[in-house]
């Protein structure tokens, strides 16, 4: 009955039924001598707030109800429509088409749409129990609501241009995915950072914040994953990083860098309206319900990446180097050659190297940083952790990159973006859905119970695409929706383009191996597409 709270237009509808009296116990009575096989068969073609409603009449119809919604549920629309309100409705109808009790409500706009705007109409629409995150992409990839094709579309962000109709209609646009997942919990918890004082980002508070979420509802602190959407002025790198010292090797992590968003949770923090503070990412957290009932199935998460860049060139080291606001530049050195290298010595070696093999590339060094790595109380350990920093120009004294954290004596590699390497990523990825939908081993995404799972359970996915990919760099169009569109037609699935994919993993995506033998983990990539698919296992039978 909790779930009633969740619309709130739907307290309205049950407080007519209680006005109507004797009489609608007649209609109850009546419609449930239809027997219960053919009034779940009516309940599950209702749309979700008429479902809802039903779920309120009475204690038989909310137990059909309940079996309905039995396995969890993807759903996810795209709108076109240039006016919010109007997009925000169609999307609405679409998701809110069949029965479905939303856990939690991902919503992505078009750069000229208000985000202000956008979050209050959404929020408002979904009840206070249900996390709420609305953010500005960079494009958007799901289902027309108008014409029920599939679309990757993208669009250019530019402050010169004039925001008029014509404008809107071609860059205004919204995609909003809701999921419902029995057994699991979804929180929202948000990383904080202080504009005064030394203490900046508060990275231990958002990891402790994440393990008390998770642990008021589940045995292990470490939850089943993290969707995580930050903004352009933060590193996150620092922040996946104690993530990855921090929380079990089993929790997915993926998400959108470069963004602006809202969120609404009930666990609201004061600290984020205060004048002296704000919030610098959000993560949605999914955490296992120790609690769950014995006639729910568990939901898994598997995660795929698709890499679209290509090294190149030898292996340097970091020389000296200088931090500048926000960029780093430095000299390094090679075991071939004496001295140290400037940047136009380093640039001109690479370009020598690549020739005419890719026009216009963009250019990134993966350097690879051993850190020390601490949560808290617990013990220090050393980490290895390979960052991509995109590489700005040089001349004959440094070669300049994006961000800072680079220290002398950290090796690196150039890496280029690459559509050839994108295409075939991709065409191995499809083949490692292909091997999911059958029930095999997948890689690093491993399906237990083989003889127990059926192809038919996978039921959503989600993915996060950088905004450098789409038609003009595969020359194609629909390249990255391809892999799932190719294995799971009829499956719920939407995503964003974004400014830097996360996605918890190693070198081993790269395929490059570490010379030393360490683990060398990743967690923000460059030019890749990253897929979260969705499974269910149902319960085994009871003897």
Known sequence: MDELQSFPSLKKMSKAKEKTGSGSQNIVATIDDLGDDLMQNILTRLPALSFASAACVSRSWNSLCHRVLSVPKLCS??????????AVNEVMDKVLLEPIRPHFVMVSIGPYFCLQAAFQMIEGK?????PVIVNVCEGVIGRNVLTDQFVEVQWEITEEEDHG?????????????IGFLPGLKVHIVPLLFRNKGPQGILIDDFVMDIKGATSTVSDPASPAGIILFSDRETDINPVLQTLEYALSEDTFIVGGGGCQFLYRSDNRNTITNSPNSGCAAVALVFARDANKPLDIGETKFHVMLSTGIS???????????????NSTWLTASRETVRGHLDGQAILEEIYDELGDRIQYPAFYIGVTKRRKCSFGMERVRRMQFLEFHEVRGGDEEYLIVNSVGIKTGDPFRFYISDSGAALSSCTKLSNNLRHLKLGCDCGNNHVSDVDHFDKSNVFGGIIFTCCGRGDSFFGLAGIDSSPFLKNFPGVA????YCAGEICRGNLNLYDQDNEEGDLVHCSQHVYSAVYLVMTYCPPLPQH
């Open 77 to 86: 629309a795209v709108s076109f429509n240039p006016t919010l309100e109007n």
């Open 311 to 325: 090294p190149i060139g030898p292996t340097y080291k970091a020389a000296s180097v200088k931090s500048r606001q």
């Open 493 to 496: 699935f939407g995503g964003t």
């Open 165 to 177: 109709a014509e404008l809107l209609e071609e860059k205004g646009g919204i995609s909003m995915t």
């Open 126 to 130: 979904f009840g206070t129990r249900i």
